[in-house]
């Protein structure tokens, strides 16, 4: 499991695009229950994030081969059960102007900046993206005076019940 492991790790840097931005990273790794018993069976777990469909493609299969590959080299099984999860977020170019005009007005525009690089965070508005043209944003949660917000899925993460009356 850990040549495993090791090996995924290599799958973005030799098989995806310097340019196109991708993710292969394991989370979790369960494994017996004795300090001192060889466990007969490893379960890893973790998530693959890319920008492009066809990167994604490319990854899951790497995955497949990578791990069969280096379980065969040690005289053991591995099977991959990939789940799809969110596609890629996507904003429609018509639709994100639309949102910036209208943001632009409402709020003024020092208040409303686009995200300088690509975010690969999972997300479920994604399925609306792909059914019809959609613009995804961020609305600003800083409390007056706050500087720094916690990340999303954070213990410390708090959320800005006055953002609400700007989000509507």
Do not use: K, W
């Not at 069976?41 to 995955?63: A, D, H």
């Not at 990578?66 to 799809?84: F, K, N, W």
């Not at 043209?133 to 917000?149: K, V």
């Amino acid at each position: 499991s850990a040549a495993i492991v090791q090996a995924l790790q290599t799958i973005v840097s030799r098989n995806t695009n310097p340019l196109d931005s991708a993710v292969v990273t394991i989370t979790r790794l369960t494994a017996g229950d004795a300090y001192n018993v060889i466990p007969d069976r490893v379960t890893l777990g973790g998530t693959v994030r890319s920008l492009q469909e066809s990167t994604r493609e490319e990854l899951e299969q790497r995955i497949r081969d990578v791990a069969g590959g280096i379980a065969t080299a040690h005289d053991c099984s591995a099977r991959v059960e990939y789940l799809r999860g969110y596609p890629v977020t996507r904003n429609d170019p018509r639709a994100y102007q639309r949102f910036e005009a209208a943001a632009n007005g409402s709020l003024g525009a020092d208040r409303v900046r686009p995200i300088e690089f690509p975010v690969m965070g999972g997300e479920d508005f994604s399925f609306y993206g792909e059914a019809v043209p959609a613009c995804f944003f961020f609305l600003g949660l800083l409390e007056a005076g706050q500087t720094e917000m916690p990340a999303l899925h954070n213990a410390r993460f708090n959320f800005n019940d006055e953002a609400i009356r700007t989000g509507i």
